[in-house]
């Protein structure tokens, strides 16, 4: 939904589909990383040594009253850079390939 949102509103000042597509996907990781990180946050400690038994409002209403609601974000640039750099190499390659396909099919009948 946000890569193809995004892909419309870039593709009338962008004309190569490839960079287009780079460009939307890495949004739509970026938007993906910033509504997920909390929860990943949450399960992760939950996961450690000293979350077992832990339930996840436990874990995180303890986050946010040590931390306070940036808690919910540690570790996040990592994540970014690498959900980021996945979506957009993801959706580029997935709609080029796409596009070949589309042309290849057309051009045999």
């Not at 287009?20 to 890495?26: K, P, T």
């Not at 990383?33 to 929860?39: G, S, V």
């Not at 994540?79 to 796409?98: G, W």
Request: aromatic content about 12%.
């Amino acid at each position: 939904m946000v890569f193809g949102k995004t892909k419309d509103q870039l593709s009338p000042f962008i004309k190569n589909k490839i960079i287009c597509d780079l460009l939307s996907g890495a949004f739509a990781g970026f938007c993906s990383t910033l509504a997920n990180n909390p929860i990943d946050v949450c399960k992760t400690k939950m996961q450690g040594v000293d979350g077992k038994g832990k339930t996840f409002a436990g874990v995180f209403s303890n986050i946010y009253a040590t931390q306070g609601f940036m808690g919910f974000y540690s570790g996040v640039k990592p994540r970014l850079l690498r959900v980021m750099l996945d979506a957009a190499l993801t959706f580029s390659v997935f709609h080029q390939l796409k596009r070949w396909a589309a042309a290849y099919i057309a051009g045999r009948s």
